[in-house]
């Protein structure tokens, strides 16, 4: 596996390989790898001809009150991962890299990007397009593989990719979870142990709201307060949403038809640590 | 000539130039063709395999008040005049293909785009960038050739491809001018023969500060008093701007160094029809 850091490199490379005919699939992540990273480059793996792994801390789609400093790092670690994982490259900009001096672009995709995360996390989608267009110019992939934790990023940068008509697929990979049901994310390391053992209940709430809306219920209200009602059984959490919408737009209608795809989706924070996770009921 | 009208058949077809390894070269244009747009033809032809022109009057870019439906077309002078400046290919996509149904994704670039047009045309440039962003992903030029008399969208332009490290080399070619000085441009069609006359204005007042720059004058108030003087020598004429700037970042200081390149911006209104022109003096 080749480590790349400068811009111009990457592109020498991906350029070089579009023109032999290659498929490239690029995995973009902010690093400290786990499992459900290592879970996108193995589909990429099967998918390309060549993998390449972003690892980049984005400081535009982080608040300034946000974790952007005390994010968790660890690129040794990383490169092992990215390796076993089938990964050919990994780009490892600097932030003066992504945003020379003077940099002022910026992407913003209306629509799927206002609610939720959207309400409390305002300029995130923003730099979360930005970002992701500029990786996309950058690498040139054929495909780009998220994971579906974070369901409504996946619809954004859906939703940008088809406004502007990137060749690129986006393509959605399940949620890996612990063997408790926790979502893997590099931000469960926050946890206290305590924090850690309350911090299935995400997953718990999902799961009993799944199960309500199979049993026939589709109120959307109805369906909202199992989320919240479980959430809350547990102390100490501050519920940011805890929300059904459709699954494709994230439109939250009363009522949801008969075939309508519905996405459960929750925010909470467990002590000062932030969470989301979401569960896909078709 | 080839004519293409449908985002999904352009793309295929550079894709498979550039796997060819051609040099694509794209002048983007809104139609209503004059001598300026076949110069920069001429220059992609020179400097490319494959020459695209596309014609799109981008309704993004207009302002609800502004000249959108009235924008002067003629496809069939178009296709000739594309065809003997030497274009391969002309896409005329319609405004469903550039932004379908629940197109929602915005680019702006700030610093360059706020001065001058970017006061008088407050969304302006948002629609240029979002609109130029998308013809390169979709036609995916080598080099793209600009005319100067858009010299603040030049400048944005080459913003914009620099921050998203888009492998595309921005090329800006001389602005194009009749006989007597007046910069073509589509919207000259909208002057009355005696406003016609009363046009010639605009370049007569750049030639006047460009000499008095010349004679030794770097205070920029009085570089601009030379310029607003010889415009309101002429009867009902409106001034949106009449500036020196400096020639890269268009930031205005009191005095301009020895070394500093400036560029003269004017844009008014003749009876109802807003012109802008420049010049470069370095």
């Known amino acids: 596996m080749q480590q790349i850091t400068s811009a111009h490199d990457i592109q ?16 973009p992540t902010m690093g400290y790898l786990h499992d ?86 305002p300029t995130h989608f923003n730099g979360v397009a930005t970002v992701v267009t500029k990786l996309f110019i950058l690498t040139q992939p054929d495909k780009a593989f998220f994971g579906q934790k974070d369901y409504q990023q996946c619809l954004v940068v859906k939703k940008l ?47 009993a709201a799944q199960q309500f809306i199979m049993q026939g219920n589709r109120t959307r209200l109805s369906i909202e307060a199992v989320l919240r009602d479980v959430l809350l059984s547990v102390h100490d959490i501050t519920i940011d949403y805890a929300a059904a919408a459709d699954s494709e737009d994230l439109s939250q209608p009363d009522e949801f038809a008969p075939q309508q795809g519905i996405v459960l989706l929750v925010a909470a924070r467990i002590g000062s640590t932030r969470l989301i996770d979401n569960l896909l009921v078709r």
Chains 1, 2 share one sequence.
């Not at 020498?12 to 995995?27: F, N, T, Y």
């Not at 092992?80 to 050919?88: L, M, P």
């Not at 142990?193 to 718990?204: D, F, G, M, V």
């Open 36 to 121: 459900g990273h290592a879970s996108l480059m193995r589909a990429a793996r099967a998918a390309c001809d060549i993998v390449i792994a972003t690892i980049f801390v984005n400081p535009l789609q982080f608040a300034p009150s946000e974790d952007f400093t005390r994010y968790p790092r660890d690129i040794e670690r990383d490169r092992q991962i990215a390796e076993e994982a089938g990964c050919n490259i990994l780009f490892t900009p600097t932030s003066e890299e992504m945003y020379p001096e003077g940099f002022k672009t910026t992407i913003s995709v209306g629509g799927v990007s206002a609610p939720f995360e959207g309400i409390f996390r």
């Open 12 to 27: 020498r490379v991906v350029l070089a390989a579009r023109r032999e005919g290659k498929r490239i699939g690029v995995v």
């Open 161 to 207: 990719v088809r406004d502007l008509a990137m060749p690129v697929e986006v393509v959605m990979c399940p949620t890996q979870r612990e063997s408790d049901g926790l979502a893997m994310s590099s931000r469960n390391m926050y946890l206290s142990a305590e924090e850690r053992s309350r911090a299935t209940i995400l997953y718990a709430a999902l799961q």
